[in-house]
């Protein structure tokens, strides 16, 4: 399996048109080893393919192999109890993870803030634009409502950012899973399906760190520096995440109740365009999964 891993860690440091795919298959050869031959052993093959991983491609292997390697260490755990579900969740958030921890790295190590550089190459397109808009014959009312939409699309973009991370993250642990589920017969003969959206079920812990969370919002940072950045991703994050629980109980007590899917699917469709209604879905979510709503709905 190691070896496996050494050949598309060659190709994805070393062949571009082949890169990305081979990037998002690394991880399937660890995740094979580890269903096959249980996690401390995984971590030991690990260890190996991080060394073999600096040989082969010097600082770019060493930052990139870990990653992959403590994805696939995680999927394959979950993949071995037969709970593919989670094996994604945790993909997913040992690629987010590992993302803000290279942010730390970068900041403390070797003080490259990559928010601050977003933010100065921005502004230093400013005269630039300004310029432009000069020539344009535009008159200075108009370069001045130009240049503050233009920096109120640069505030924007950051506020984006952690809302991407998580889309791009959980897309990477979805292609894993695609990948590698051809695989998991072999390996794992009784695989159960992915869990149907309304049986998704978040872990208990998930409500103490949303209010860890809402506390760290508490803190004043400046926008757009790496701590604001940390509490802005972790919070609209855990927003989504608390969200989307509260929806996965709107379809499970239709169901229940054999209301019609159109009603959940209404309640999404009115969240998106009017957004207060979220509160109230979010409070659905936390309670559900602090108190078992779903219990007390069959108990009904």
Not at 85 to 106: E, H, M, Q
Not at 250 to 261: A, D, M, R, T, V
Not at 294 to 300: A, G, P
């Given at each position: 399996?190691?070896s ?6 060659l ?6 048109l082949?890169?990305?795919?081979f990037?998002l298959a ?6 094979l ?18 060394v073999?991983s600096?040989?082969?491609g010097?600082?770019n ?7 992959l390697?403590?994805a ?7 993949y071995?109890?037969?709970?593919p ?22 900041v403390?190590?070797?003080?490259i ?7 100065e190459s921005i502004?230093?397109t400013?005269?630039m634009v300004?310029?432009t808009?000069?020539?344009?014959g535009?008159?200075?009312k ?5 240049l ?10 950051l506020s984006a950012l ?5 889309i791009?993250?959980t ?11 051809p ?11 992915l869990?149907?959206f309304k049986?998704?079920r978040?872990p208990?812990s ?14 004043q ?15 609209k994050?855990?927003?989504?995440l608390v969200?989307i629980?509260?929806?996965?109980f ?12 159109a ?15 979220g ?7 936390i309670?559900?999964?602090g108190?078992?709503l ?7």
């Open positions: 399996m190691m496996i891993f050494s050949v598309m860690t190709f994805y440091l070393y062949v571009p082949l890169s990305i795919i990037f690394a991880p399937i050869p660890i995740i080893y580890t269903i096959r031959h249980g996690l401390k052993k995984g971590i030991a093959a690990g260890a190996i393919g991080i073999i600096f040989l082969i010097s600082i292997g060493l930052m990139t192999a870990p990653i390697i403590a696939g260490l995680g999927m394959g755990v979950f071995s109890r037969r709970q579900g989670n094996a994604i969740i945790t993909g997913a958030l040992i690629y987010l993870f590992s993302i803000l921890i290279s942010f730390v790295v970068s403390q190590l070797f003080q803030d990559i928010m601050n550089i977003a933010k502004e230093q400013m005269p300004e310029s808009l000069k020539q344009s535009a008159s200075e108009d370069i001045a409502k130009q503050k939409q233009f920096r109120e699309l640069q505030d924007t973009a952690p809302v991407a991370l998580l791009g993250v897309l990477m642990s979805f292609v894993n899973h695609w990948f590698v589920r695989l998991l017969k072999r390996f794992v003969s009784d695989m159960p399906p869990k149907k049986d998704m978040l208990k998930m409500v103490w760190y949303y209010l860890l969370t809402l506390l760290l919002m508490l803190i940072t400046e926008k757009g520096s790496f701590l604001w950045l940390v509490q802005s991703s972790a919070f994050i855990l927003f989504i969200l629980q509260g929806f996965s709107l379809f499970y007590y239709c169901h229940e109740k054999n209301i019609s899917k009603v959940p699917i209404f309640a999404v469709v009115l969240t998106v365009f009017f957004p207060p209604i509160v109230i879905v979010r409070i659905i979510g309670a559900d999964i108190f078992d779903r219990e007390k709905v069959k108990n009904k």
